[in-house]
């Protein structure tokens, strides 16, 4: 038998290796493909909310915002050229702006989630008389975006570090003409996952939507608008269309292309446009102004359901 054990401890080690292997060669394939995609890692922090990383690709000189999970796993929350920065890299994000076909102008609106602050750099571009307020729970974020995107205070733009749930529950704030909700999805760090569950929870509820309704614009030409940013494949998705056809006479949901995202409008306003309006006003706005064309108007109306 003594003979034989050198073999066998050596048969051992190798399926014990391999077993390493398999555990591990996912995780770093895993790595490769993000930097691939994404680029190197150029800052990471751990919040009391999040697992942040910024990185870059500088060949394309494209930087990104990823949250990262428990499990380790990246999910891309925001993109910045820095040759164009105004300019939507995320599709869902384009999409939400189809807002603007609903409102051609929106003099004042809230964004919950401020993430690298694309949705803000575009509509400085886009619409100048646009006043922007943001509520960012995770002051982290906020500095995140500041450093790395170059998204801060400024003449029309707010930045609110608070809780979006709080902040919109405040009957003496300023009513929005739109209001954008992007706050959804965030992958917490193990260690407040529970927490910020439920916070993230509480964004979803008929309760929180009365407190959004209340907080727009409403009457005659001036109804309001909110704007989600669902994700097709979450149990709760069907829950969360529900709660807002609750609370929102009118409901337009526009299925993203290539991505996994629904991109949903509420309105105050009680009368529903069809797909050839929607259609004919994209191609209208297509014609007049660049960002449109930019953000592809049509193909973003395409994706309504009906």
Do not use: C
């Not at 398999?22 to 493909?33: D, F, I, K, Q, Y």
């Not at 309760?207 to 109804?223: K, M, P, Y």
């Amino acid at each position: 038998m003594k003979k034989f054990l050198p073999a066998i401890v050596a048969a051992v080690l190798l399926v014990v290796a391999n077993g390493v292997l398999l555990v591990v060669l996912p995780s770093w394939h895993r790595a490769v493909e993000l930097e691939r995609a994404h680029g190197e890692i150029i800052h990471e922090e751990w919040s009391d909310f999040a697992h942040l990383r910024v990185r870059e690709l500088p060949d394309s000189r494209r930087r990104s915002l990823t949250f990262v999970d428990a499990e380790g796993r990246e999910q891309l929350q925001s993109r910045i050229d820095l040759d164009a920065p105004s300019r939507l890299e995320l599709r869902y994000s384009r999409a939400m702006f189809a807002s603007f076909l609903l409102r051609e102008t929106q003099p004042r609106v809230l964004i919950v989630g401020l993430g690298g602050g694309g949705m803000v750099r575009f509509l400085h571009a886009a619409m100048p008389e646009t006043q922007v307020d943001v509520v960012e729970i995770d002051p982290a974020v906020v500095e995140v975006a500041a450093a790395y995107f170059g998204t801060d205070n400024g003449p029309r733009t707010t930045i609110h570090t608070a809780d979006g749930f709080e902040y919109l529950g405040d009957e003496t704030g300023p009513k929005y003409d739109v209001i954008y909700l992007d706050a959804f999805l965030r992958p917490p760090v193990e260690a407040v996952a529970a927490a910020l569950r439920e916070k993230t929870q509480r964004l979803k509820t008929a309760a929180f939507l009365e407190q959004v309704r209340a907080r727009l614009v409403d009457g005659g030409d001036s109804s309001g608008l909110v704007v989600f940013n669902l994700i097709k494949r979450e149990a709760s998705t069907d829950n969360d269309l529900a709660a807002i056809r609750s609370v929102f006479p009118t409901v337009y949901e526009f299925d993203v292309a290539g991505t996994g995202n629904l991109v949903v409008i509420g309105s105050t306003d009680a009368e529903r446009i069809g797909a050839e309006e929607w259609k004919a006003r994209a191609a209208a706005w297509e014609e007049k102004a660049e960002w449109a064309r930019e953000i592809e108007l049509r193909k973003v109306v395409a994706g309504l359901r009906e």
